[in-house]
Every structure is written in structure tokens, then in C-alpha cells.
């Protein structure tokens, strides 16, 4: 398994998704947050929604998981935002389904209205709270979003949606610094990931996010995790089982690969 990014010049990053991603036999992706839609932040998002159809469009796999938060409710009871474009993707993604990839969706806490259908099945498409993927070595990956390891969503959920607002500001801002950037040639620059990484608490919470993951793959004898929930992409070893983190399509576009070789 292999973690790919996008953060390429778009033309680069098609090649590179062409030559690489194609035929692989699994891909996870997580959190795209379709119908979320700020005003400020909207250059950024529609980029990073064309750059998943892309990427739907120029890769095959026999499997296909996402990886919760795909859909943005708690934004959809807010306010509702749907347009043409988020009916591309999933058509793209049932079109694959029917076409003969096995699709898994294992909802997150944005989406977990979804998780009232949890094993269902529709053709090739199934609905997971999680589930255990077999890799081409053999070794076992528990897949799950994660999201109940986070002490905030499971018992302040109220806190919870206030992050997510303060997200939601941080990627407003975001946007704004990044088309000041852009008249001075630089490169993309992320707010969120930097305040992220530089505030000791947020260092903090991923540390232990990462290390409850890791207990869970162990007490299920797995000996690796594939989760996403905390928009940080990642691929290493935490005390002898091997952490995969997808990352998101809001600001990463970052998928998960496993090749047949």
C-alpha cells in the first residue's frame, strides 16, 4: 500500500495517476465533504472536487474504499448545497460499482446518518461501520474512519461542530492568503495544516488518535490500520503495525494505492 498525493500541477498529476494508480487492486479515500460550499474557500474547493473526479476517471481497481465523510451533513442541515458536479461523482463512483469494482463505503462522523444502512448491500456496493482488508502480502488492515476514538465527537459533540466552524474559518482564510500567494508566484500554502501541526494541543490529539488505532488493529490481530478522520496523511510503522492514514480531498488530495506488484 502506497500513499499518493496530488498536490502536482494538475497536468503532471493526471500522468503521474495514469501511469501509477491504474489497475491497482485497492484504493481508500476519505473525507471529501460534498455539498460544502463557502464562499470564500470556493476556488480551493472546486479544485480539489475536480481533482477527485479525475482521479475517478483515470483509475481502476478491483476495490474501492471511502473512508467516511464523504458526504457533509451536519453542513446540509445548516444550509443545502448541491449542484451538477457532486452528481458527477457519484455517479462516477456507482458506475464503477456496476462496472465490477466492489465498493465499500464505511461512513465517518460528518457523514454517520449513512450508518443506518450499515450492511447493507446494493450489487457491489456495501455499506461498513469498518471491515478488514486482505493486501496483496497477506497482512490484514482493520479499515475504519476513526472518528470513535475521538473523545470530542463521541461525548462533546458540540465542541466537535465548533471545530468544525473554526475549519471552516481557517480554509476561508486560507483561500484568501493562498490568491496573494499566487501574485507573487508562490507555492500552495496551507493554514489549517500549519496551525495544526505548530499548536501543541492538535500535536497532541493526533498522537493519541494514532496510538488508539493502533491498539484497536492490534487487540483485532491485524497488522496494519487504514483510517482517516484527522486530515493528515501518513505511512509508517507505530510499534509494529503499519499505520495508513488517507488524508482528505478537502486540502491533501491524498489517496491510498495498492499495486499488484
Given at each position: 500500500l502506497v500513499l499518493h498525493g496530488a498536490e502536482s500541477h494538475e497536468r503532471a498529476w493526471v500522468g503521474f495517476a495514469l501511469i501509477f494508480l491504474a489497475a491497482s487492486t485497492a484504493r481508500f479515500l476519505s473525507t471529501r465533504y460534498l455539498n460544502r460550499m463557502d464562499e470564500s474557500a470556493a476556488p480551493a474547493t472546486r479544485e480539489a472536487e475536480f481533482r477527485l473526479l479525475d482521479f475517478l476517471r483515470h483509475t481502476e481497481s478491483e476495490h474501492l474504499y471511502l473512508v467516511g465523510d464523504l458526504v457533509d451533513s451536519w453542513a446540509l442541515r445548516k444550509d443545502w448545497y448541491w449542484d451538477q458536479l457532486h452528481n458527477d461523482l457519484i455517479q462516477k463512483l456507482l458506475r464503477k460499482a456496476r462496472k465490477g469494482t466492489r465498493l465499500i463505503y464505511v461512513p465517518g462522523n460528518h457523514d454517520?446518518?449513512?450508518?443506518?444502512?450499515?450492511?447493507?448491500?446494493?450489487?457491489?456496493?456495501?455499506?461498513?461501520?469498518?471491515?478488514?482488508?486482505?493486501?496483496?502480502?497477506?497482512?490484514?488492515?482493520?479499515?475504519?474512519?476513526?472518528?470513535?476514538?475521538?473523545?470530542?465527537?463521541?461525548?462533546?459533540?458540540?465542541?466537535?461542530?465548533?471545530?468544525?466552524?473554526?475549519?471552516?474559518?481557517?480554509?476561508?482564510?486560507?483561500?484568501?492568503?493562498?490568491?496573494?500567494?499566487?501574485?507573487?508566484?508562490?507555492?500552495?500554502?496551507?493554514?489549517?495544516?500549519?496551525?495544526?501541526?505548530?499548536?501543541?494541543?492538535?500535536?497532541?490529539?493526533?498522537?493519541?488518535?494514532?496510538?488508539?488505532?493502533?491498539?484497536?488493529?492490534?487487540?483485532?490481530?491485524?497488522?496494519?490500520v487504514i483510517c482517516g478522520h484527522i486530515h493528515t496523511p501518513d505511512d509508517r510503522m507505530i510499534d509494529g503495525i503499519h499505520y495508513l492514514n488517507d488524508g482528505d480531498w478537502v486540502e491533501s488530495c491524498t489517496a491510498l494505492v495498492e499495486h499488484f506488484d
Open positions: 454517520e446518518n449513512f450508518r443506518d444502512l450499515a450492511n447493507l448491500r446494493f450489487g457491489r456496493a456495501a455499506v461498513l461501520e469498518e471491515t478488514v482488508h486482505v493486501g496483496a502480502t497477506g497482512r490484514r488492515y482493520l479499515v475504519l474512519h476513526g472518528d470513535k476514538f475521538d473523545g470530542v465527537v463521541m461525548f462533546a459533540p458540540w465542541l466537535a461542530r465548533l471545530g468544525d466552524t473554526a475549519y471552516e474559518l481557517s480554509m476561508g482564510l486560507n483561500a484568501s492568503i493562498n490568491r496573494v500567494r499566487r501574485l507573487f508566484r508562490l507555492p500552495y500554502w496551507s493554514l489549517s495544516a500549519y496551525l495544526k501541526n505548530r499548536v501543541k494541543k492538535a500535536v497532541e490529539f493526533i498522537s493519541r488518535f494514532e496510538e488508539a488505532v493502533v491498539r484497536e488493529a492490534r487487540a483485532r490481530r491485524c497488522e496494519g
